[in-house]
């Protein structure tokens, strides 16, 4: 079993910035991509951010440029450090992977980042 913990989460005001944090634990074979997902109040959960073990990314267009993620895959550990940020970036932030042979994916209970205008 594999649980994720997130960390980093809270309300800063537009402009600011914020680093996210998820760490895993548990019974794990292998690690390949890692990702941050987000969901609004009403919305649909997006995808915002991913990256392969091998250290590819991917950005949603709404963060390019300013959103950052990165991975440790010694620690079992994905970063997003978010700076900019817009009111529009409210949501529940979710850390994500898929692991072992068959890709099971985990999720983590996620943290709330709330940007005030």
């Known amino acids: 079993q594999v649980q994720l913990v997130e960390s980093g989460g809270g309300l800063v005001q537009a402009g600011g910035s914020l680093r996210l944090s998820c760490a895993a634990s548990?019974?794990?074979?292998?690690?390949?991509?890692m990702g941050w997902y987000r969901q609004a109040p009403g919305k649909q959960r997006e995808l915002v951010a991913a990256?392969?073990?091998?250290?590819?990314?991917q950005y949603a267009d709404s963060v390019k440029g300013r959103f950052t993620i990165s991975r440790d895959n010694a620690k079992n550990t994905v970063h997003l450090q978010m700076n900019s940020l817009k009111p529009e970036d409210t949501a529940v932030y979710y850390c994500?992977?898929?692991?072992?042979?068959?890709?099971?994916?985990?999720w983590g209970q996620g943290t709330q980042v709330t940007v005030s205008s």
């Open positions: 994500n992977l898929a692991a072992g042979v068959a890709q099971i994916s985990y």
């Open positions: 548990g019974t794990i074979f292998r690690i390949d991509e």
């Open positions: 990256i392969s073990r091998g250290g590819n990314t």
